[in-house]
């Protein structure tokens, strides 16, 4: 899940959200297989030097609508984004506002439905 300025293109839809939000990812069972980033790009070069070859199966860029947010700084309830019930997920919040200098891997943020 990334914000689309992650992609450092400009846009000019005024009427377009750039940001994810009131996404649900459940249900889905995660195998171990390889997960080997692609060194082709920018991000498969950021996912190697972060994660080697465990990338993580849910990635979030964590960039937020600031106008989307409560007091405690959490997405409030109709933008929330929501992982539940799955088998075998990783997960990394990868902090790109923050030029990626705090990942996570806390899924408690994001455990609702």
Do not use: V
Not at 6 to 24: G, L, M
Not at 79 to 87: G, S
Not at 107 to 113: A, E, F, N, T, V
């Amino acid at each position: 899940m990334s914000a689309y300025y992650i992609a450092e293109s400009p846009y000019k839809d005024q009427e377009y959200n750039p940001y994810p939000s009131n996404i649900s990812i459940h249900g889905n069972l995660y195998s171990e297989g390889k997960r080997r980033p692609s060194w082709r790009n920018k991000l498969g070069f950021l996912f190697w030097l972060k994660f080697k070859k465990k990338t993580p199966h849910i990635l979030y860029d964590g960039i937020q609508n600031p106008e989307h947010l409560d007091a405690d700084g959490r997405l409030k309830k109709p933008y929330r984004i929501c992982i539940y019930n799955n088998n075998n997920e990783s997960f990394a919040n990868l902090d790109a506002a923050n030029k990626f200098k705090n990942i996570s891997r806390d899924l408690s943020p994001y455990r609702c439905q």
